[in-house]
């Protein structure tokens, strides 16, 4: 990635309305974007590998929640990477829809009706959807170590802690300026 | 405010402008920040003062209009406007909804303090001659009261919020910046204080030399504010700037590991990776590259043989290389036969291990950090070299001499001393690695006979399908079945649609025959881009380099040793020879070796006939434009 996309993604990331954590943890990333969205995301461990089905991560969009798929025998800086992909995908709020074999990676109890968008990595970034989720989730880790540790306000927190976002933001140049 | 003279100001002087350029790139992404627009003032009027304090700078206003040390009005009056502005800034921080009506009684505060320091000024009548501060009037005194005294109220209203927020933020670059502002401050409150006190003294006539006191608390403490301001956002760039040496040394020995996963799927790379990261760029590009080398390895999952990997270990072992190392040398041996496995399996087949369970692939899934891919990745670099020397490498960690990585039989594609060059490689293909670097994929020739050559090439890989047929300088396409490869269609597809001279057809493919063969050969993975940066204005260039070494080296040693052994050439090798011969690459390949260029030229002058008609127009077009040379 050359340094106009790197500042492309870092200047995404500095609008995002989500605490990013640091140090970075993309787990704790998936809890930060669900609270903000008032929606679960729920992690499947799947054996993503088989034939016939998407390789390696996965959003699926339902009525009520989120799920991402990761594949279940990724090491965990690998599904932690595919992760951050999905959660881009969620963050961008792509459109894609994309064949899904629910019950190939044993999604038996999920309602086809029910899906509205399905959004996968499989490690071709020929689309471009692909692309930005994946520039997004590369960049996200060294953003989130160049960045204050201080979370994003949420409702309901104190006048300091809105206003220590706000120190944040000029200080550091990390996040946008809530007034 | 104070003359200094001297690097001190100069470097703090230094210090407020990168703080103010750094934080009016911060303004233009985010405009609407009234905070924001506020500490760019802040940095500004404290850059300016400095200035104006230098002795060479301190003079010019005078100089332009006429009025003694007018440079000494103005430093007071940047200093309460940079003030006023770090309250408004707070103000804001505080509570953006209030902080224009607060701001307003501060405003008048400020406009009193210029009105009386105007005055003081006005009426102190200084001379050109007297220094600025030999003087004790009554309206200098006053002019100096409203200074330090609106000084001192705005540092009140700032200490008390920035010690506040500094309490309130886990420990980072940003609590380290408001502490930073806050000892800036009361830096300035002692700055008021020494003056205070120095005024008073001179009142009941006692002269207290306070110059050099007052110089060196008014840099310290202007210099002290602007770097708290601006530690936060530079901070950990420096960081990374302190970090980027240890990371670009787990980035470049991630290379031989990266380029060997590039090989079976290039469709995971997001784009080419650049040679040398930039201290920016040099966090995301590593981890990309672990992320990559991951995703590759887990594609190669079914392809692991078990026992490979046992065999190393226990060699390794036997060789009493460390635990670690071992390991390492164990997963880099499973990976090399894993990639042979999928690079030899046809597409069709699904493929599967000779034996064991296909669950077991733990010695492909590296576990671990960072660092033990690059352990594996070291021992596949040295894995790498014991094919192509013979040898057995040193070890990098340890530097221990040959006795880190044992020889691993490992059935390979392309054996050094195999007489069969690669099933899956083209003569435009490997003209093209002979023609570059194995390792940096530099060209070793000029540019213009690459391309040439390589168009030659393709023309030549029609000649041998029995697609084309060339007589003297005429070309002739045959018909028939369409060749199976994209390219070599491409071009016959192309001579069938028209009738030319070979000359010029040749130099009709040299016109893209790089790039073409270049997508080739990166299709195949047997190339991967790397971006590196050329020239004083840091022009990005894409260089391709094979993937693995060994493939690009073979090359050129398999037909060297033949040369050099007078063998009998089957027709690829013959032709690649006349190939060599007619970009004048042949003398570097058999380094100058006379009975072996003799039975080099010899082959040439013995080729099959279209070949040759080919290669005479080849040369002949070569020696019209450029005289080939060696980089």
Known sequence: ???????????????????????FDPWAFRDAVARQRRRPIRILRLDTARDGVVGCGLWVRARVADYIVVDRDAPRELAGHL????????????KGLMPFASAALGFDRLDPEMIQRVLGRSGRFSDSEERDAEGLATVVRSFAARRSPVPRPRDGDSADMVAIDRVSSVFCGDRGWLS | MAVVTGWPVLAAAVVMMVACAQKLTQLRRDPDSPALRGVCVVLACLGAATVL????????????????????????????LAAAALQSVFLFLADPQTAGRRMLRRWLALLAALTVVTGGFAASGFSTASPAGDRVTPASVASVCAVLGYLT??????VGSATGYSRLVPSSPLRHGLRLLTTGILAGVAYGIHKGLSLVLAVIGYRWPEAAISQALAVAAMTLVAAGLALPSVG??????????????????????????YRINQDAILSPPPRRPSIRSMSSELHRRIVEIRFGLRTLDRFVDPAVGGDA??????????????????????IADAIHRKTTTPPTDPGSPPEGDIDDVALVAVDGGPRSLVRVSRAYHGHLRLRRTGAVAPDRESGTPGRSYPRLDLPRPHELETAMPRHDMTLAGELYLMCHGDRSGRPRLHQRAIEIGLAAALLAELLYLNRLHIDGERVAPIDGAPPPDPLARRVWDDLRKETHPAKKWIAYLAETAVEDVIGRLHMQGIIAPSVIRRGLRSRQVTVWQPTDPVIAAGSWARLSVLLRQHARLMPFDAALTGLLHAVELDDALLDGDRPALEHARFIVTHLWPPLADLLTETRSLLDSEILAHRM
Not at chain 2, 53 to 80: D, F, K, N, S, V
């Open chain 2, 236 to 261: 950990p760039y420096l960081s990374d700037a302190v970090r980027w040496p240890a990371r670009y040394g787990l980035y470049r020995d991630l290379a031989p590991l990266w380029r060997a996963v």
């Open chain 2, 313 to 334: 270990a226990r060699a390794a072992s036997s060789l009493g290389v460390p635990a670690d190392t071992a390991r390492a040398i164990a997963q880099a041996a499973s």
């Open chain 1, 1 to 23: 990635m050359d340094g106009h996309q790197i500042r492309r993604w870092e200047g995404v990331l500095r609008r995002l309305p989500v605490t990013i954590p640091n140090p």
């Open chain 1, 83 to 94: 992760l951050c992909h999905e959660l881009a995908h969620i963050l961008l709020d792509h």
């Open chain 2, 53 to 80: 304090g230098w002795e060479p700078a301190y003079a010019l206003p005078t100089r332009i209009t006429g009025i003694p040390h007018l440079a000494r009005l103005l430093q007071h009056a940047l200093a309460l």
């Open chain 2, 153 to 158: 109220f705005a540092a009140i209203d700032v």
